[in-house]
C-alpha cells in the first residue's frame, strides 16, 4: 500500500523498481495522477492503483 497520498510536485520512489518520479499532474474528475520519472518519461496511475502501489516519498533528487 500506498505510504501517503499523491501530492502535486511531491517526488516519489517506486519500492520495486527503484524508480523515482514526481508527481506533475492530478486530475479527481479524470481519476488521473500523472507522474514523470527522473529521467523524463511521462506515466499515469488511476487513484486506485495509486492506493496499492509501493511508493513512498522522498526528498527530490
Not at 39 to 51: K, R, T
Request: proline share 2%.
Amino acid at each position: 500500500m500506498a505510504a501517503t497520498s499523491a501530492l502535486l510536485e511531491n517526488w516519489y520512489q517506486d519500492t520495486v523498481t527503484g524508480r523515482t518520479f514526481r508527481v506533475v499532474a492530478i486530475d479527481r474528475a479524470a481519476d488521473s495522477i500523472e507522474i514523470q520519472y527522473f529521467n523524463g518519461d511521462l506515466g499515469e496511475y488511476d487513484f486506485a492503483s495509486w492506493a496499492e502501489s509501493n511508493f513512498h516519498a522522498i526528498e527530490a533528487p
